[in-house]
């Protein structure tokens, strides 16, 4: 290919390319902040995962029962007072 | 082809720059809500598209590129460098990446080609995706930089235009040389996307701690990438330089080697925080490293600063890679010391028995490890600065400290699983660590009875004795590995009344993560045992008339001739061994000795005949000019096939790992994206 041929071709592919950057769109998308509500949904289903787990672990033999109950008794208040506020904002939402 | 390519690169470098200016203005306008004349969704959708079109002017020089080598275009000094009318055409591919600017180039393709993955996936999380766009792009304009000014590969020659070129390196001529250096640079490239992820989501404050589930993907695939690289780049140092060893500890495994490390260090530590709230501040900083380290090891040994066996090329950009590993590390400081008060842990690791600690000290321990290789890899240039005389560290030293800390890490991999969260009583390690501790101990009892002893020769052997360390934890590992498997499926079997493997199945399909996860463990200790098994390499060498006879454990080999051949690449001798094993011959070897006809230099290529328990591995140092006759190295290495199957099943695990679990993954859900109307 000669250095002009190659010229024209990138001056083709420039073309293209800032047609394509600049071209406007009729839809883009956007994102609105995330809500405490969104942080909270995210936070319980982490808690909800690591519960499960646990119990799998607790069935699978692997700790005795009263190590288990230690483990979980956390988890659960966590969850609880998680489960509290997420209801508060959702009513608050309506 | 070659205003083409560098037009293209030019191109490439104007988009970069669109892609980090507009885009970080938009993030700035969209974070600051200040009115303006164009919208900053706007703005930042152009940024976007430009990174896009940025990757597409970048495929377009390397396509010039390839295409110049395959059209014999001499023109170019690095075609003349680097390819020659007989190369064959799988090896002319590879005289991409075979140079500096080549390489150059490819980096800067595979993260052109990241970014537009990430691009094109943005709406997943927009305002992350935005963000981690700007920082690639902010890299992508480095690497085109380098190729625009200092390093360009469309560099035309100076005088006359040469009839063929010097052609490739001959070490460079080997089928795993076509393959193992993409897959190194797409972890090493890879690394880049994880760190912008985390250095976005610390810039915008990211609340909570799902980014890491959107950029655990990302880790893993990088992850993979970067083992299979660095273990096909020791299997090719094992198969072509022809010292009967994979690992050398060159500057440019060391290199390779780093960010593997703190890469899987960070792929555990920051289960914690996904899990617990814990190490924000250490997982943040360790994929900094991460990322920090793939640019020293491309500086210390694409830079010239140390020399290497397979550093092909070097020059003068190591100043630029030194002045953007400064800007980064800025941009990492004052970003973390900005948003402190968002990596507040949210709780402590509350005893020293507990899983969290076996994951702290898992990446204690891999940092130390790296810290040492770093040391080692840097000693040469401190000792040059304070003595005046470069110092190089050899095998034996890296060995000495690598080894232990090896086997403490595969120590913890048994450890970490049977260990439950939070602390641990007595009664739970009873019950957990029994049968693994008894495994160590039979296998430790078996080695030694079976003449596995750190004596030998009527003196201490330092090899030996950690080859019997690591056979004794090897099976404890397993055992309790297997044993997680097996507490799992037989748990499902009750519940389904499935079969042992249908429930294993089930098993994984339910947590494919955890599974996975312990199946790039069970990989690991695989590994581990072959690296072991080099306590008991042999090796033998002598000069063969005919019908010599060359004895190297239960083999016996014969020279029964040598012969040559001719390609338009390369001339070959080749010696023919007959190898005989208990008094009956079994097979052939024939290595060879090549000299390329482009360069004139010669190159050995090895003869290995490999089963479970050894290799035998049989290289050809050619003629002995005195007599005429061929010198011919065998050695006998143990164990080394394991290696290989050990990286093939960490490779299994890790696709197990990137499944999506049955029950437990819900997609990450980001706030809401709305399709705003321009």
């Not at chain 2, 507990?354 to 040469?380: D, H, K, M, Q, T």
Request: glycine share 8%.
């Amino acid at each position: 290919m000669t250095e002009s041929l190659g010229l024209v071709g990138g001056a083709l592919l420039a073309l293209a390319l800032v047609a394509y950057t600049f071209w406007p769109e009729k839809f883009f998308a956007a994102q609105r902040s995330k809500s405490r509500l969104d942080y909270l949904l995210e936070r319980q289903q982490q808690l909800d995962e690591n519960l499960r787990d646990l119990n799998f672990e607790f069935s699978a033999g692997k700790y005795p029962p009263e190590d288990f109950a230690a483990q979980k008794a956390p988890l659960e208040n966590e969850s609880a007072k998680l489960l509290a506020e997420i209801e508060l904002l959702q009513k608050a939402q309506g | 082809m070659a205003a083409f390519g560098s037009f293209a690169l030019l191109l490439a470098l104007a988009l970069a720059a669109y892609n980090l200016l507009a885009g970080a203005v938009a993030l700035r306008l969209i974070a600051t809500g200040q009115p303006t004349v164009v919208s900053p969704e706007r703005l930042a959708a152009t940024a976007r598209r430009a990174g896009i079109a940025s990757f597409y002017a970048v495929t377009a020089a390397a396509f010039a590129l390839v295409w110049s080598v395959f059209a014999n275009d001499f023109s170019l000094a690095y075609i003349v460098e680097h390819s020659n009318r007989a190369l064959p055409d799988w090896y002319k591919f590879s005289a991409l990446w075979s140079g500096q600017e080549g390489s150059l180039l490819l980096w800067a393709w595979l993260l052109a080609a990241y970014g537009f993955v990430l691009r094109l996936t943005h709406k997943r999380d927009v305002k992350l995706y935005a963000y981690a766009g700007v920082i690639l792009a902010g890299i992508q304009f480095f690497f085109l930089l380098l190729l625009c000014f200092p390093a360009s590969p469309f560099a035309l020659i100076r005088g006359a235009i040469p009839q063929d070129g010097n052609g490739l390196n001959p070490l460079l001529q080997y089928p795993e040389m076509v393959i193992h250096p993409p897959l190194l640079y797409l972890g090493f490239v890879g690394f880049s996307v994880p760190f912008a992820f985390a250095l976005g989501a610390l810039m915008m404050r990211y609340p909570g701690e799902k980014w890491i589930k959107i950029t655990r993907v990302w880790t893993m695939v990088t992850w993979l990438f970067l083992t299979c690289g660095v273990f096909l780049g020791m299997h090719w140092a094992y198969a072509v330089l022809g010292w009967g060893g994979y690992w050398g500890w060159d500057p440019v495994e060391v290199a390779s080697l780093m960010p593997w490390l703190t890469g899987t260090a960070f792929l555990h530590s920051v289960m914690m925080q996904e899990k617990k709230g814990m190490m924000k501040s250490w997982n943040i900083w360790l994929i900094f490293s991460t990322f920090l380290l793939t640019l020293l090891g491309t500086m210390l040994t694409r830079g010239g600063l140390v020399s290497s066996v397979h550093a092909f090329a070097e020059s003068p950009i190591g100043y630029w890679f030194m002045a953007f590993m400064v800007i980064v590390l800025a941009v990492c400081i004052f970003t973390y010391i900005l948003q402190f008060d968002h990596l507040k842990n949210e709780r402590q690791v509350e005893s020293v028995i507990s899983r969290e600690s076996a994951f702290l000290f898992n990446n204690l321990v891999l940092i130390a490890a790296c810290l040492v290789i770093l040391w080692g890899a840097l000693y040469p240039i401190l000792s040059q600065f304070v003595e005046g005389a470069k110092v190089t560290v050899d095998a034996a030293w890296y060995n000495h400290v690598a080894v232990p800390i090896g086997l403490f890490l595969l120590f913890l991999a048994g450890v970490g699983p049977l260990l439950p969260w939070r602390s641990t009583s007595l009664k739970s390690i009873r019950r957990n660590f029994v049968l693994p501790c008894l495994a160590l101990w039979f296998t430790a009892l078996a080695c030694l009875a079976l003449g596995i002893q750190p004596w030998h020769n009527g003196g201490f052997d330092e090899g030996r004795f950690y080859a019997l360390i690591a056979f004794a934890l090897a099976a404890g590992v397993v055992t309790a590995i297997l044993s997680e498997f097996v507490r799992g499926a037989s748990i499902i079997a009750r519940q389904t009344g499935r079969n042992c493997f249908a429930s294993t199945y089930l098993l994984i399909r339910r947590n494919t993560r955890r599974y996975g996860g312990y199946i790039v463990h069970l990989g690991v200790v695989v590994v581990v045992i072959g690296f072991a098994g080099s306590a008991f390499n042999r090796s033998a060498e002598s000069e063969m008339a005919l019908h010599d006879r060359l004895l190297i454990g239960p083999y016996e080999l014969e020279n029964v001739g040598a012969t040559q051949d001719s390609t338009p690449n390369y001339d070959t001798e080749y010696a023919q061994l007959d190898v005989y094993e208990n008094g009956a011959k079994r097979f052939q070897m024939t290595p060879e000795k090549r000299v390329y006809l482009a360069s004139g230099q010669s190159q050995t290529m090895v003869a290995i005949h490999s089963v479970p328990v050894w290799d035998l591995y049989v290289v050809y140092e050619g003629t002995n000019p005195a007599t005429g006759q061929p010198i011919i190295k065998a050695f006998l290495n143990p164990l080394v096939s394991w290696i290989w199957a050990g990286v093939l099943l960490m490779a299994l695990g890790t696709l197990v790992a990137l499944q999506r679990s049955e029950v437990r993954e819900q997609r990450a859900g980001p706030a809401a994206i709305e399709e705003v109307k321009s």
